[in-house]
């Protein structure tokens, strides 16, 4: 099981800046772990980034959300 920081952005509808929170996880598969926090409707795009870092670009009913994972 690997250890990940995880930077959750919320982007507020009406001014686009994001809610953020940091909390730490332990996981197996990001994969699985974000299938179990979305939805059937959501829209997912999975970006590996330069310095190890995954990010998840989750869009459900118009509201964007953005997970940073980075290894600990």
Do not use: W
Not at 13 to 18: A, E, R, T, Y
Not at 37 to 44: E, Y
Not at 53 to 71: A, C, D, L, P
């Amino acid at each position: 099981m690997k250890h990940y920081e995880l930077i959750h952005e919320i982007y507020n509808l009406c001014d686009g800046h994001p809610d953020s929170q940091i909390k730490e996880v332990d996981v197996d598969d990001l994969d699985v772990y974000m299938k179990s926090l979305t939805s059937k409707v959501s829209t997912c795009e999975k970006t590996e980034r330069e310095d190890g870092s995954v990010v998840y670009e989750v869009v459900t009913n118009g509201v964007k959300e953005r997970y940073t994972f980075t290894e600990a």
